[in-house]
């Protein structure tokens, strides 16, 4: 494949290489673009004999000689291509345009921009056109309401990746505004701020029954996120669908998409509106709510397309270093494949992503096969009154009580797909055969499985 609007080849790093003129040009595009190190102008793959060397000397040009900063904006890994081993520069789209050489500044001479096949220095024009758009919001250059921050919970999640933060770590991390002020970025990663993530569930359908209000928060960002998805994690439980040849198990939501959902929500906010994100579960779907529009430069193509344009780059870059995020512009493509575009809708101010329940009963009668019952020893005998189905439900409702006994009937009803009345009739008979009993209230309470059943 040769080189396109998107991905440019360079035979080997060398001090002669302008490689910054390159990464700038990407910077400056609406979609970003792709840098490989050791494959020819003719996509014939060479091979870079030090990687590790390549890839040091690669992120120390791109951290230094570039404004503003591209931290966050860029990723360099190592792919093997027919045997050998190339550098691949993965570059975002800059929120922050335009992008100019350090050494020259806002000039034609360190500003470029990407045409066809090639990095084109930027006319003056638009140089000064873009800079008149540069956002000027960004959290990195708000200021903290609080200069008295400590980042305890930051120092520990960077040593537990075997990464050490030195006493230059706020700005070298991009924590501190133009004046030496902690800014907002560092504010949300503190270990005390105001910022708290919430987690609601509901047994209606709507926003009716609130059952739990959960909050996450008033500590850094990087551990409140860890909080969300350990609480999503519980509640995405594993449900038994059981068909005549398996027993199949699975989870409410994609464990993939899901963690992506949470990480995108979190780290792409649009924390100037002072709203975190929320998420919100219900018995057929979680929808995630975060603030926030799509970046002007991008569009809605451009975004199910996998174009990536940081929100936050400082939050995006921390996250890449503690491993919440494993690569740019990866949390998409990701929800997409297990959701599609319809998961998402925009308006003005927020974004919000619904990930629909995703288990569904597989009846024997669609399959066209007899519907397998459980083991005639136990019981001895279906009471005659119970309809046909029936012992295939009280098989899926015993299954799911045992993983979770405070299951709720509006659960009940999305999991076995049936309504509401007769997953009640279907309880009541199972408490008169004394296979199941409830303990406590209605409200509050939680079912148990009888003792023999468990047994058998």
Same mark, same amino acid.
Do not use: W
């Given at each position: 494949m040769g080189e396109t609007t998107r991905i440019e080849y360079k035979e080997m790093l060398t001090p002669e290489l302008d490689i910054e003129k390159e990464v700038i040009a990407f910077l400056n595009y609406k979609e970003g673009g792709f840098i490989y190190i050791g494959i020819d102008k003719h996509g014939n793959t060479v091979g870079v004999n030090d990687v590790d060397d390549?890839? =040091?000397?690669?992120?120390?040009r791109v951290k230094n000689n570039i404004s503003p900063s591209?931290?966050?904006?860029?990723?360099?890994v190592e792919e093997k291509r027919e045997g050998k081993s190339v550098v691949k520069i993965t570059v975002a789209s800059g929120i922050e345009k335009p992008y100019f050489k350090s050494k020259y500044?806002?000039?034609?001479?360190?500003? &470029?921009?990407?045409?066809?096949?090639?990095?084109?220095?930027?006319?003056?024009?638009?140089?000064?056109?873009?800079?008149?758009?540069? #956002?000027?919001?960004?959290?990195?250059?708000?200021?903290?309401?609080?200069?008295?921050?400590?980042? /305890?919970?930051?120092?520990?999640?960077?040593? /537990?990746?075997?990464?050490?933060?030195? @006493?230059?770590?706020?700005?070298?991390?991009? =924590?501190? #505004?133009?004046d030496g002020k902690y800014n907002y970025v560092a504010y949300l990663l503190a270990d005390e701020n105001g910022n708290s993530i919430k987690v609601a569930k509901y047994s209606s359908l709507d926003r009716?029954?609130?059952?739990?209000?959960? /909050? &996450?928060?008033?500590?850094?960002?990087?551990?409140?996120?860890?909080?969300?998805?350990?609480?999503? @994690?519980i509640e995405n439980k594993t449900a038994a669908t059981i068909t005549p040849v398996e027993r199949k198990e699975t989870p409410l939501w994609n464990k993939v998409a899901l963690r992506e959902a949470v990480i995108n929500a979190i780290v792409h906010n649009d924390y100037s509106f002072e709203v975190p994100p929320k998420f919100e579960i219900f018995p057929d779907r979680l929808e995630i709510t975060s603030a926030g529009r799509l970046p002007e430069s991008l569009s809605r193509e451009e975004f199910f397309s996998g174009i990536s344009i940081p929100r936050n780059k400082e939050l995006?870059?921390? &996250?890449?270093?503690?491993? =919440?995020? /494993?690569? =740019?512009g990866s949390g998409i493509p990701r929800i997409l494949q297990a959701y599609g575009e319809d998961?998402?809708?925009? #308006?003005?101010?927020?974004?919000?992503? #619904?990930l629909p329940v995703s288990i569904q009963e597989e009846t024997a009668q669609e399959s066209g096969q007899e519907t397998e019952k459980w083991p005639e020893k136990w019981p001895e005998k279906w009471p005659e009154k119970w309809p046909e189905k029936w012992p295939e439900k009280v098989r899926q409702i015993i299954d799911t009580i045992e993983k979770d006994n405070t299951v709720t009937i509006a659960r009940l009803e999305v999991l076995l797909g049936v309504g509401h009345t007769t997953i009640k009739k279907i309880l009541r008979e199972m408490q008169n055969e004394n296979f199941i009993r409830r303990v406590g209230p209605d409200k509050g309470g939680h079912w148990e499985v009888i003792e023999q059943v468990k047994n058998n």
């Open positions: 390549c890839m =040091l000397r690669l992120k120390d591209a931290m966050g904006l860029f990723d360099i500044g806002m000039t034609p001479k360190g500003a &470029y921009i990407r045409v066809g096949t090639s990095a084109d220095r930027m006319p003056q024009e638009m140089i000064d056109r873009l800079f008149s758009m540069r #956002t000027r919001n960004s959290i990195g250059r708000i200021v903290s309401n609080r200069q008295d921050l400590t980042f /305890e919970q930051l120092r520990i999640y960077y040593d /537990e990746h075997h990464k050490r933060l030195n @006493d230059n770590f706020a700005r070298s991390l991009e =924590l501190l #505004t133009d009716c029954d609130l059952i739990e209000n959960n /909050e &996450y928060g008033y500590c850094s960002l990087i551990k409140a996120t860890k909080s969300v998805l350990a609480k999503l @994690d995006m870059r921390i &996250y890449r270093d503690v491993e =919440l995020v /494993e690569s =740019l998961c998402f809708k925009f #308006t003005d101010n927020f974004i919000r992503l #619904t």
